[in-house]
């Protein structure tokens, strides 16, 4: 057996020895059942009789339909638990093992010789996966805290921001795929830190712009000021134009969804670079804080809301204390 057979045998938990119908029989639910599990994981579709499966998977489908025998969840809320979960993790492992691999690859170019993935994976894997499991206890805390002044209705009053990257399709035909890389990590990785550190939330990223979420109009507004402020001072980076809105959202599959989040979109798109624009609703919960400036701007139609007279967002000089991380 390879070593790379070697360590996929050991991350599965032992060999794969047992076909899909072996699997849904000894825990006691149909094909059907077993087979949307493995889809909303996100896993490729295999043959019924292929022996594909191990002990490991078996005790992971035990689990789910012991929710499910217990009333503690229905079959669909399981399914999509399972659902995000597979999803998630497979953005995670694939950011990981290319993080891994572009590291061991610059090692290579300085060092020479070969430098074999499998060794590190193997060493990481423990660590890896309790930290995994450290970040889902500690994400979990922090959404059940949330709670208290959100509750369980899935309709919610926040303050929502898009923040996007000047130029991003220019520069992607003009930098090779190695940089243009490093600009996107850098992003997403600024990003990220400022908008928690606000105590903001990051709900996606998607190539050159990051949708967040934060409790109130100010808290979103110092976000915005600061991503605007740190990244436009990035060596590596473009300057970035932010959107900003207050109002009702959805939350729904780990997204937000709403005119709320559909007036940020819009508003981001015709901000100046360096520029935070918000509307005049949000405006107005903005105007009593002496450490903004706000600066009406010309009305103008904005798709799918008419005219609008949108409203910079600027920090009065000397006054503001923004967010600033390394």
Same mark, same amino acid.
């Given at each position: 057996? #390879?070593?790379?057979?070697?360590?996929?045998?050991?991350?599965?938990?032992?060999?794969?020895?047992?076909? &899909? =119908?072996?699997?849904?029989?000894?825990?006691?639910?149909?094909?059907?059942?077993?087979?949307?599990?493995?889809?909303?994981?996100?896993?490729?579709?295999?043959?019924? /009789?292929?022996?594909?499966?191990?002990?490991?998977?078996?005790?992971?489908?035990?689990?789910?339909?012991?929710?499910?025998? /217990?009333?503690?969840?229905?079959?669909?809320?399981? *399914?999509?638990? %399972?659902? %995000?979960?597979?999803?998630?993790?497979?953005?995670?492992?694939?950011?990981?093992?290319?993080?891994?691999?572009?590291?061991?690859?610059?090692?290579?170019?300085?060092?020479?010789?070969?430098?074999?993935?499998?060794?590190? !994976?193997? &060493?990481?894997?423990?660590?890896?996966?309790?930290?995994?499991?450290?970040?889902?206890?500690?994400?979990?805390?922090? %959404?059940?805290?949330?709670?208290?002044? *959100?509750? +369980?209705?899935?309709?919610?009053?926040?303050?929502?921001?898009?923040?996007?990257?000047?130029?991003?399709?220019?520069?992607?035909?003009?930098?090779?795929? &190695?940089?243009?890389?490093?600009?996107?990590?850098?992003?997403?990785?600024?990003? #990220?830190?400022?908008?928690?550190?606000?105590?903001?939330?990051?709900?996606?990223?998607?190539?050159?712009?990051?949708?967040?979420?934060?409790?109130?109009?100010?808290?979103?507004?110092?976000?915005?000021?600061?991503?605007?402020?740190?990244?436009? +001072?990035?060596?590596?980076?473009?300057?970035?134009?932010?959107?900003?809105?207050?109002?009702?959202?959805?939350?729904?599959?780990?997204?937000?969804?709403?005119?709320?989040?559909?007036?940020?979109?819009?508003?981001?798109?015709?901000?100046?670079?360096? %520029?935070?624009?918000?509307?005049?609703?949000?405006?107005?919960?903005?105007?009593?804080?002496?450490?903004?400036?706000?600066?009406?701007?010309? =009305?103008?139609?904005?798709?799918?809301?008419?005219?609008?007279?949108?409203?910079? !967002?600027?920090?009065?000089?000397?006054? *503001?204390?923004? !967010? &600033?991380? /390394?």
């Amino acid at each position: 057996m #390879s070593r790379q057979d070697d360590l996929v045998t050991q991350l599965l938990g032992g060999e794969r020895t047992l076909r &899909r =119908r072996e699997v849904a029989r000894s825990v006691g639910v149909s094909l059907l059942s077993a087979r949307k599990l493995w889809r909303a994981l996100g896993f490729p579709g295999v043959a019924d /009789e292929a022996q594909v499966f191990t002990e490991t998977d078996r005790d992971a489908l035990a689990r789910v339909v012991q929710l499910v025998r /217990e009333d503690v969840v229905d079959e669909e809320t399981a *399914i999509a638990c %399972a659902r %995000a979960l597979g999803q998630s993790t497979d953005r995670l492992v694939s950011w990981q093992t290319e993080a891994l691999l572009e590291y061991l690859n610059a090692r290579r170019a300085r060092e020479g010789g070969q430098l074999d993935p499998f060794p590190v !994976i193997e &060493r990481l894997t423990q660590d890896l996966e309790q930290l995994l499991v450290y970040a889902f206890r500690r994400q979990l805390a922090a %959404a059940v805290s949330r709670m208290d002044g *959100i509750g +369980a209705d899935p309709e919610a009053v926040m303050t929502v921001g898009f923040a996007d990257l000047v130029s991003y399709t220019r520069l992607s035909r003009r930098l090779a795929q &190695r940089d243009l890389g490093r600009l996107v990590q850098r992003f997403e990785g600024l990003a #990220s830190d400022i908008i928690t550190a606000g105590g903001g939330r990051v709900v996606k990223t998607v190539g050159d712009e990051v949708l967040f979420v934060a409790d109130n109009p100010v808290a979103g507004a110092v976000i915005a000021l600061s991503l605007s402020e740190q990244l436009g +001072a990035d060596d590596l980076l473009p300057e970035v134009r932010v959107g900003l809105a207050h109002g009702p959202v959805l939350r729904s599959l780990g997204d937000v969804y709403g005119d709320t989040v559909n007036l940020a979109s819009r508003l981001t798109s015709i901000a100046q670079p360096g %520029a935070v624009l918000t509307d005049p609703v949000t405006a107005r919960e903005l105007q009593t804080e002496p450490e903004i400036v706000l600066v009406v701007q010309r =009305r103008r139609p904005i798709r799918g809301f008419g005219q609008l007279q949108p409203v910079l !967002i600027a920090p009065a000089p000397g006054t *503001i204390q923004l !967010i &600033r991380v /390394e």
